[in-house]
């Protein structure tokens, strides 16, 4: 989805994108917290999109991290090392990034509507 033109606006589109691919990945988390064997993944967005912002106007973009394994919980018994309330947070934490993002482009959307609005009277 195409956010403007200036540098906020793909800085948007990379965060909405990215924060919707860690809800994914965080997701799956939940979904094998019984799963013997299983490891989370997690998407670390946030110093990439930190680095995007200080990018001169016209350098091309960074690549966009990839889903990575998180060996930060011990495995259980089972070998399964989802820690479900830890998940629980990251997801929580991620909705409130997406919805503060969403916000923004809903608000910038806002301000051209009512400046093609007003600019017809």
Known sequence: MKIGTDKLG???????????????????N???V????YTPKDVEFSTYLAREL???????????????????????????RVDLDQEVVRMTSNRV???LATEVVNRRLALLRYSIDEGGR
């Open 34 to 37: 019984d799963t013997p064997d």
């Open 97 to 99: 990034f997406h919805e």
């Open 10 to 28: 793909p800085w948007l589109e990379r965060a909405l994108d990215l924060s919707s691919q860690r809800h994914r990945a965080l997701s799956t």
């Open 54 to 80: 200080e990018r001169p106007e016209g350098a091309p973009a960074s690549r966009a991290p990839d889903e990575q394994y998180r060996t930060d919980v011990e495995p259980g018994i089972d070998g399964n």
């Open 30 to 32: 939940i979904a094998n």
